[in-house]
């Protein structure tokens, strides 16, 4: 992927109308309040001058006027740079989010799965703005205090090229030690953004596993830990603050130093210059470098929202010259694995999943039923070329074309804080209540009202309910491919069998794929087409005559269709 700079992503989302119509109105007022200090210390000055010449003929009225009419424009133009800029603010955030959502179904299942404990929420949040807030918070300000230096540099070589000179030369030794003020403040800001992210995830982890924390008597060492993690990014905040200081104070030396330089050289060209000239000038000069005195801070925008762009740029396809396919990909209807290695085994698995077949995968714990059903649904990355869906390696396709071929329901699947009618709808918003009915009644759930809240991660539900509401989402998906890690698990022998019957009659044209303990296999009421066994073999008197003989630490190849074989893989 393409380098994202922030810049060319906020301009996916902001038009450059928006963008223009924030910085003009800033760089005018900061122009409008830099003549604004000038022009009045010249009318002070001269005001003083003349009373002691005792001058009656020198009129204030125009000078006092355009004192006057600087000060309301300035006024005027910051209200509506800053008007400008918020709306832009908020347009951009709402825009950039929704572009990133979308993005997100671009990426691959096992890289939007690394998006998880916090990472994501803080990549559509913390970075969202920070992208969106660089109108108002760098661009504007940055493109004011440049311009109005230009321009200030510009008046003084008019006036006096020597002088115009030696403020040029001060300007850049203080751009020299503000530059080096922001490389130490951002290696202080990349450890507080690290120390950020970590405390999003202990605080996430945290909540999520409250209650098993308190019965552990655990809540000390996670408010310790959660503790600790805000202490570090405190302390690398203050590092990062205390940098931002000494560059500011870097600066304002830097601009005592070029206003004396200011005032001296203008004095010394008297009479060739007014006092109440050379003071205007130098309080021009001042009005520069107050704008100036920002650069640090503006830098760090700068660099934060580029640190930002990248962090979302996998997010952000669409920015990177990616351009989507111009036709929907077609709902691959197979999966295949060529030499797939399971659990670290020497032995290789060759499988092709497609049409009306029941695949059982079985084995102790431990021996890589779940990371198999992972592997193939593409959210754990497999070997190149081992893992393909109609011909396409699993990992070079998007999150949204494999979903639209395999669904997984794993041990423990995530539902909602809602009702059971809106989990349900995940799989299927546009799904009628007769329709959610009956793909509850498939799983033995019909008594289950679909206006009942579930709760948080399904807690006000039994771990049988939840099991068999997150398979019945997945089969009201309906699916190609539709894989189960361990259905029956939480559930008495009468209520599993009639789900393990249930489910290949609701999905006649589905490639079921069912992990289970060897001890549940004779929940089955039909013979699987394929059984790959993993780990270690032993004697299981009581397993069904189609799950055994077999033949220990023997390497074979399952293949759909035909006769029902047996594969082990492992020893």
């Known amino acids: 992927m393409k380098r994202v700079s922030a810049w060319r992503l906020l301009r996916t989302a ?42 009656t003929t020198w009129s204030w009225m125009y000078p006092s006027g355009a004192v006057r009419t600087l000060a309301l424009t300035r006024t005027g133009l910051r209200y509506v740079e800053r008007l400008a800029n918020h709306r832009t603010m908020l347009a951009s955030q709402v825009a950039l989010r929704a572009r990133l959502a979308r993005g997100a179904a671009h990426l691959t299942p096992h890289k939007l799965r690394g998006q998880r404990d916090g990472t994501l929420l803080t990549r559509l949040t913390v970075d969202v703005e920070t992208v969106a807030g660089l109108p108002a918070n760098a661009i504007a300000p940055l493109v004011a205090a440049v311009t109005t230096a230009c321009l200030v540099e510009a008046l003084l070589l008019w006036a006096m090229p020597l002088m115009g000179a030696a403020e040029l030369v001060v300007w850049a030794a203080g751009l020299a030690c503000a530059r080096q003020a922001h490389r130490r403040a951002r290696t202080h800001l990349a450890a507080a953004a690290e120390a950020r992210a970590a405390l999003r995830t202990v605080l ?12 552990l008597d655990a809540l000390p060492q996670a408010r310790r830990t959660a503790t600790n993690a805000t202490a570090a990014v405190e302390r690398a905040e203050w590092a990062a603050a205390r940098a931002e200081r000494d560059g500011r104070l870097s600066l304002r030396l830097a601009a005592a130093v070029g206003q004396a330089a200011v005032l001296v050289i203008g004095l010394r060209g008297a009479p060739a210059q007014p006092v109440a000239v050379v003071v205007g000038e130098v309080l021009l000069v001042a009005a520069g470098w107050e704008l100036l005195e920002r650069l640090p801070r503006l830098m760090q925008c700068l660099a934060q929202a580029g640190d930002a762009a990248e962090r979302l740029a996998p997010l952000a396809p669409f920015a990177a010259d990616e351009r989507p396919q111009d036709r929907p990909r077609p ?12 659990n670290g085994s020497p032995a290789k698995l060759t499988v092709t999943l497609k049409g009306p077949v029941l695949v059982l995968v079985t084995g102790p714990n431990g021996s890589g039923k779940s990371t198999l059903l992972n592997r193939l649904a593409g959210r754990v990355p497999a070997p190149v070329g081992t893992v393909l869906l109609d011909g396409t390696p699993v990992h070079e396709l998007p999150t949204q074309a494999v979903a639209e071929t395999v669904t997984l329901v794993e041990a423990d699947d995530w539902l909602a804080d809602d009702t059971v009618a809106a989990n349900l709808r995940q799989a299927a918003p546009s799904a009628d209540a007769a329709a959610l009915r009956d793909v509850l009644a498939v799983v033995g759930l019909s008594a289950l009202p679909l206006d009942t809240p579930v709760g948080p991660g399904g807690r006000l539900l039994s771990q049988g309910q939840r099991r068999r509401l997150a398979t019945a989402r997945a089969v009201l998906r309906r699916p190609p491919v539709l894989l189960l890690d361990e259905p029956s698990a939480g559930l008495d022998r009468p209520t599993a069998e009639a789900l393990l019957a249930a489910l290949p009659q609701a999905l006649p044209e589905t490639a079921v794929v069912i992990a289970m303990q060897e001890q549940d296999l004779d929940l ?39 006769a029902v074989r047996s594969s082990v893989l492992g020893d």
């Open 331 to 342: 709902t691959a209807r197979s999966i295949e694995t060529n030499g797939l290695p399971i």
């Open 14 to 55: 902001t038009p450059l109308r928006a963008l223009l119509i924030g910085m003009l109105p800033a760089a005018a007022a900061e122009l409008s309040g830099a003549a604004l200090l000038g022009v009045s210390g010249w009318f002070l000055t001269t005001c003083a001058v003349v009373t002691l010449q005792a001058n």
């Open 524 to 562: 089955l009421d039909r013979t699987p087409t394929t059984v790959i066994r993993l780990g270690r073999a032993a004697d299981r008197p009581h397993l069904p005559e189609w799950a055994a003989p077999y033949t220990p630490g023997r390497a074979a190849a399952a293949r759909v269709g035909g």
């Open 204 to 215: 996430l982890g945290s909540r999520a596993a409250f209650n098993e924390l308190r019965c």
